[in-house]
């Protein structure tokens, strides 16, 4: 009978342990994590694909000096947290990368995969409607600097790359990259007016529940919205009342 007794008691206590974790679960997201969607929505433009193309950051560059890209950036959501995704596709330098903000620094942070598949962690601040960045390479003491930026209402996309040798001030311009927005005249169309349902960014597609239609800007916000659609629609229209 004790034994009984005891097991029920151990039911009954495992049963209350998962109802606080399912509750933990469905909390409101931390003033932290309201600050990083925050931060991440001030680089919304940076969101879809470009078609770019790169080359050496002078006035004349080489036929051979020159390539094509894409530029394909993107939203991720797990659970409360959120981040940014980039991927070169036919990149010469780099692979893909993941954007987040850091709260304790007030910094972004750019984790970047070159097409050695080695990571360099840049940090910056976005300035003027421009972001910049830079990484110190802990064996040559070099620092590299990324400046990414749009411009004409972020239906274009450029990234700079320069270095900066140990003991100088002065940075040596490498290369440039600068794109066009895939679909330009859809989304200056189209796009306009439509706010994505999950970042708040500008919609390009639409996505549907129970009989509405919503708008997403990227296929990370899509994937969010099909894993949780009442949750974001209940954010959306709260916020669409302000």
Not at 70 to 95: A, H, Q
Not at 179 to 207: H, L, P, Q, Y
Request: charged share 30%; net charge positive; proline share 2%.
């Amino acid at each position: 009978m004790k034994r009984l007794f005891g097991l029920v008691v151990m039911i009954a206590v495992a049963a209350l342990a998962v109802e606080a974790l399912t509750t933990q679960s469905k909390a409101a997201p931390t003033s932290d994590q309201k600050k990083v969607k925050e931060k991440l929505q001030e680089l919304h433009e940076f969101i879809g694909l470009f078609n770019a193309n790169g080359g050496p950051d002078k006035a004349k560059a080489a036929p051979n000096e020159l390539w094509k890209e894409t530029v394909n950036w993107g939203w991720k959501f797990k659970g409360d947290d959120t981040w940014l995704t980039v991927e070169f596709k036919d990149g010469k330098y780099f692979k893909s990368g993941e954007m987040r903000y850091l709260t304790a620094k007030n910094k972004y942070e750019f984790t970047l995969v070159d097409k050695a598949d080695k990571k360099r962690v840049f940090e910056g601040d976005l300035k003027n409607e421009t972001l910049t960045m830079e990484y110190v390479d802990p064996e040559s003491k070099e620092t590299q600097q990324l400046v990414m930026n749009t411009v004409s209402e972020g239906v274009r996309f450029i990234y700079r790359f320069n270095r900066k040798s140990a003991g100088t001030t002065i940075y040596k311009k490498e290369f440039v990259v600068t794109g066009n927005r895939d679909g330009e005249s859809f989304a200056a169309a189209k796009g306009k007016g439509n706010i994505c349902v999950v970042s708040g960014g500008v919609g390009t597609s639409t996505v549907s529940y129970k009989g509405e239609t919503f708008y997403v800007c990227c296929s990370g916000c899509r994937d969010a919205f099909n894993e949780n659609p009442e949750k974001y629609i209940k954010e959306f229209k709260a916020k669409m009342k302000k």
